[in-house]
């Protein structure tokens, strides 16, 4: 079994930065992608960035140019530093990972961008 753990969510006024981490822990193959999702008030899930075990990287298109993502493939983690934050960021966030026909979820962390 594969557990994902979340930190780094919170209250931020806009225009703000935030920096999420996810931790992965179990029997992870070792090419495999990992990534944030988001979901705000009223909307779908949508993808915000995922990045590969090669590095490979690819942004949704509300936060290219203001998102980074990263990882650690040592320490199964991966990062998002979110800058330049605006209301419409606002949503729960949520860290994946997935090899094959294997898929794995955290449980959410909260990003909340208000004056």
């Known amino acids: 079994q594969v557990q994902l753990v979340e930190s780094g969510g919170g209250l931020v006024q806009p225009g703000g930065s935030l920096r999420l981490s996810c931790a992965a822990s179990g029997t992870i193959f070792t090419s495999n992608v990992m990534g944030w999702y988001r979901q705000g008030p009223g909307k779908q899930r949508e993808l915000v960035a995922v990045?590969?075990?090669?590095?490979?990287?690819f942004y949704g298109d509300s936060v290219e140019g203001r998102f980074t993502v990263s990882r650690d493939n040592g320490k199964n983690t991966v990062y998002l530093q979110m800058n330049s934050l605006k209301p419409e960021d606002t949503a729960v966030y949520y860290c994946t990972i997935r090899w094959d026909r294997y898929e794995y979820w955290g449980q959410g962390t909260q990003v909340t961008v208000s004056s």
């Open positions: 990045i590969n075990s090669g590095g490979g990287i």
